[in-house]
C-alpha cells in the first residue's frame, strides 16, 4: 500500500520561505515520477511541480516558476518543495501526489496523495 506524508508546512510572512518534504512508502519510489498540487479554500486542486523519476527534468505553474523548487532524493525516498518569496496568493493545503502525468498541456494526478500539510502566508 502506497503511503505519503507531508510535512513542513507552517505561517510565514509575504517574501519568507518554506521547504516541504514528502515521504514515500508502498513501492520502488523512483521509478514514478512525483509531484505537488494545492489546494486553496474555495478553490480546485491546481498542480504546483512535478519531477521525473530520476530527478533530472522537472515542469512548474506558471505561478510559481522561479520561486518554487521541486527535488527527490530517491534513497531517502522523499521529494522536497522549497518555497521561496512567498506569496498571499500561494496559501493552500500542499498535497504531495505519486505518479502524476501530463497527456498534453494538463496535468493529472495519481491515484495516491498524502493527507496535505497547510502553509499560509500572511501579507
Known amino acids: 500500500q502506497v503511503q505519503l506524508v507531508e510535512s513542513g508546512g507552517g505561517s510565514v510572512q509575504a517574501g519568507g520561505s518554506l521547504k516541504l518534504s514528502c515521504a514515500a512508502s508502498?513501492?520502488?519510489?523512483?521509478?514514478?515520477?512525483v509531484g505537488w498540487f494545492r489546494q486553496a479554500p474555495g478553490k480546485e486542486r491546481e498542480f504546483v511541480a512535478a519531477?521525473?523519476?530520476?530527478?533530472?527534468?522537472?515542469y512548474y505553474a506558471d505561478s510559481v516558476k522561479g520561486r518554487f523548487t521541486i527535488s527527490r532524493d530517491n534513497t531517502k525516498n522523499r521529494v522536497y518543495l522549497q518555497m521561496n518569496n512567498l506569496e498571499p496568493e500561494d496559501t493552500a493545503v500542499y498535497y504531495c501526489?505519486?505518479?502524476?502525468?501530463?497527456?498534453?498541456?494538463?496535468?493529472?494526478?495519481?491515484?495516491?496523495w498524502g493527507q496535505g500539510t497547510q502553509v499560509t502566508v500572511s501579507s
Open positions: 501526489n505519486q505518479d502524476p502525468r501530463r497527456p498534453g498541456s494538463t496535468w493529472f494526478p495519481g491515484d495516491y
Open positions: 508502498g513501492r520502488t519510489f523512483s521509478d514514478y515520477s
Open positions: 519531477v521525473n523519476w530520476g530527478g533530472a527534468i522537472a
